[in-house]
């Protein structure tokens, strides 16, 4: 190895142990650090840092990173499989603590929890996605199922399996959950409509219709906390 080599080399093992040294004394470390360290579990080889800082200017922010296709993300230089999967992992991770929290309590009494984590799974994606929470006579969670990707427009299917899968779960009540890839949450008449159909469909099954929630990146809309079902 060539001394400049063995000074890039060195340089970048002294700035990594510096990186990990702030995050285990919970110094806090800035997204494209932490996306920086996270990749060189994957890439050890390599300064990390530009390839954190493309993914960011791409996905916009960390939430855009950790929740972008894994073929989108391999499409950024820098960013093979291995790469891209433990990005993956790490989004898989921070999932499963929100969905945990969420899912301690009744979902009634534990709302910001499961607006954590809705938000921290649909907020960033690219299509929009329809799913349904489930929910038993005690408003605990027992199913959480995607019902569908593309648009909200697609009513009448909606209608038919929201009630055929609650009716087979034996579900008391439930919460519909969509997202904007807009970014803005608001509400569309088409949202506002099926959302109507399926709770009068609902209501004549006995099946409570909780609320719709709409996630965006800039926030989120309940239709039940408008007035509009």
Same mark, same amino acid.
């Given at each position: ?71 989108? #993300? ?57 799913? %349904? #929470? ?11 199922? #995607? ?73 989120? %809309? ?5 007035? #509009?079902?």
């Amino acid at each position: 190895m060539r001394d400049d080599d063995q000074d890039r080399a060195s340089d970048h093992a002294g700035h990594r142990a510096r990186l990990r040294d702030r995050l285990l004394s919970g110094g806090g470390l800035l997204d494209h650090e932490l996306l920086e360290y996270l990749l060189t579990t994957a890439i050890p080889r390599r300064d990390t840092k530009p390839i954190a800082k493309a993914l960011l200017r791409e996905f916009h922010d960390i939430g855009g990173v950790l929740t972008a296709d894994p073929v989108a #993300l391999q499409k950024v230089d820098g960013v093979g499989e291995t790469a891209a999967a433990t990005l993956k992992i790490a989004h898989a991770c921070a999932l499963r603590l929100v969905q945990a929290e969420a899912a301690k309590r009744p979902i009634l009494s534990n709302w910001q929890a499961l607006l954590d984590y809705l938000h921290a799974d649909m907020a960033h994606h690219g299509v929009e996605r329809f799913r %349904v #929470l489930h929910l038993n006579t005690r408003n605990m969670l027992i199913r959480d199922e #995607l019902m569908g990707e593309g648009s909200i427009d697609q009513a009448p299917v909606y209608i038919r399996e929201v009630i055929r899968r609650a009716l087979a779960l034996g579900s008391a009540a439930i919460i519909l959950v969509h997202n904007h890839p807009s970014g803005d949450p608001s509400p569309s008449r088409a949202d506002i409509d099926v959302t109507r159909a399926i709770a009068e469909a609902g209501k004549r099954l006995g099946i409570a219709v909780h609320d719709h929630l709409i996630i965006g990146t800039s926030g989120h %809309v309940s239709l039940r906390a408008q007035g #509009l079902i």
